[in-house]
């Protein structure tokens, strides 16, 4: 009924503290200023509700879909975050119940229902009841939505009825500009060489390179030692 709130499974989905839209760097002159302003700001209602991200893994897709929960959240506004990869041993119709008497939705890696017909049903039928509703949608996936490959073209075409966004995953300057920038957001300083050596070395995604900088700023604290190259060697064995 009207007013009630949604029954929904205890699905143990814990966000990024780390995902937020301040602690996503965004230079000037960057496109993505104009999506950052609209996430923020929960984009303006207008008669499709949906918005649609899509990139590779490690091109800032999840972390801007976990930074808008985390917007939702700190204005009061009940949001559920939904990342269908790790959601997929759960009948649909038990995860996607009722979710349209949210403000607001986010469905991430929407990739991984390809070709699962109950789940892509579910997930049409939570759009169509979404769009009646005026609740929000924000999906995020590795392809544009005629590239998805989806068993049902009307799931297809609806999953791009609204703004798409596409996020360049980031080069070897842009990695290393994005290392400095989160290291200063913890205190912590990164010279130059420190960053482009941690580029060329750890893992080549941006998620590899976080978890090296959590592991560097633990050793840091530990050691009492600021973040060098013979540190860093010392810390991964490189």
């Known amino acids: 009924m009207p007013g009630t709130e949604p029954r929904q499974l205890s699905l143990q989905i814990k966000l990024n503290d780390d995902a937020t839209f301040e602690n996503f760097l965004v230079q000037e002159g960057d496109s993505k200023q104009f999506l950052i302003v609209l996430l923020r700001d929960l984009w ?9 991200l899509w990139g590779s893994r490690g091109s800032g897709v999840s972390h801007l879909l976990q930074a808008s929960c985390h917007q939702a959240a700190a204005q009061g506004l009940p949001v559920q975050y ?120 750890a893992a080549r995604d941006l998620h590899g390179l976080m978890d090296c900088l959590d592991q560097l700023e633990k050793a840091s604290l530990e050691a009492k030692r600021r973040l060098s190259i013979p540190f860093v060697k010392q810390v991964f064995g490189w």
Do not use: C
């Not at 929000?136 to 996936?141: A, D, E, I, Q, Y």
């Open 44 to 52: 303006p209602k207008g008669d499709e509700p949906i918005m649609y």
């Open 82 to 201: 939904l990342p269908l990869s790790e959601l997929l041993d759960y009948p649909p119709e038990d995860v996607l119940a009722e979710l349209e008497q949210l403000p607001q939705v986010v469905i991430d890696d929407v990739q991984a229902i390809a070709g699962l017909r109950d789940w892509e049903e579910g997930l049409f039928s939570l759009f169509n009841r979404i769009r009646d509703a005026g609740t929000r949608l924000l999906v995020g996936g590795t392809a544009a939505p005629r590239e998805l490959p989806l068993a049902l073209p009307d799931l297809k075409s609806r999953l791009g009825w609204g703004p798409v966004f596409h996020l360049e995953t980031p080069d070897d300057a842009l990695r290393e500009q994005i290392l400095k920038y989160r290291a200063a957001r913890r205190g912590m300083t990164l010279d130059d060489d420190v960053a482009r050596y941690l580029v060329n070395r």
